[in-house]
């Protein structure tokens, strides 16, 4: 069993549609992580919160919107997606930045996104 | 050039082969090095940090060479439950960076 929860693990929304993805851990990490990943390809990285501040943007569509309530929560609000965006969203954490190094991340089973 | 590199394979071995996988990353400010695995329609999982000591966990042996910005992975006695897509990742500043992975199927 994974220790990062993500609810739902499947998804097909409309265009207009307004969802949200969640994620939730309780291993006392404060880096929360959203990364997308296509077929066939490896995870990119679309946001990162250390500390329940986003710390990294990558430049993503203002049509994904993190937020963080605390440090065990994090949700991803979904808004007039594209069919292109339909992938795999991954959610991940871990100790941040300096102080966890030499630990990877523990990633949740993620969400399976389809837009139609 | 891409952040991290790796040989794409596919790697497809008999059951008991050795099999090596090769990594090179470009940032020389990498901090740390890990290999992840992935099974089809599933999250990635941690199958080991690595460092430039070189580090085994029972048929794995991971290492890392800094001064030439390269990393391995050796897998020994290979099983079918080895089968998967290997992620070599690189973090940098709380980021991690994957590789475009290699599969590997391994077969009776």
């Known amino acids: 069993d994974t220790e990062v929860t993500q609810t739902p693990k499947h998804l097909v929304m409309g265009m207009t549609n307004k969802k949200s993805l969640k994620c939730e851990q309780h291993?006392?990490?404060?880096?929360m992580y959203w990364y997308k990943q296509k077929a066939k390809k490896p995870p990119e990285l679309m946001f990162v919160?250390?500390?329940?501040?986003?710390?990294i943007n990558e430049s993503v569509p203002s049509r994904f919107s993190p937020e963080c309530p605390n440090s065990s929560l994090l949700n991803l609000h979904l808004h007039a997606l594209q069919p292109e965006d339909s992938a795999l969203y991954l959610c991940?954490?871990?100790?941040?930045?300096?102080?966890?190094?030499?630990?990877?991340?523990?990633f949740g089973s993620g969400t399976r996104l389809t837009v139609v | 050039r891409k952040e991290v590199e790796q040989d794409p394979g596919p790697f497809n071995v008999p059951e008991g082969a050795t099999v090596a996988f090769n990594c090179t990353y470009s940032?020389?400010?990498?901090?740390?090095f890990f290999w992840y695995r992935q099974d089809c329609r599933k999250e990635p999982k941690l199958l080991m940090s690595?460092?430039?000591s070189g580090n085994e966990d029972g048929r794995f042996t991971a290492q890392l060479n800094r001064a030439s910005q390269y990393i391995s992975l050796l897998i020994r006695d290979s099983k079918l439950s080895d089968s998967a897509t290997y992620l070599c990742?690189?973090?940098?500043?709380?980021?991690?960076?994957f590789g475009q992975g290699t599969i590997l199927t391994v077969h009776p």
């Open positions: 991940a954490s871990s100790h941040p930045g300096q102080t966890g190094v030499n630990y990877g991340y523990t």
């Open positions: 291993m006392g990490h404060r880096a």
């Open positions: 919160y250390s500390y329940e501040k986003l710390s």
């Open positions: 940032n020389s400010a990498s901090q740390s």
């Open positions: 690595v460092y430039s």
């Open positions: 990742v690189v973090r940098r500043w709380g980021k991690l960076t």
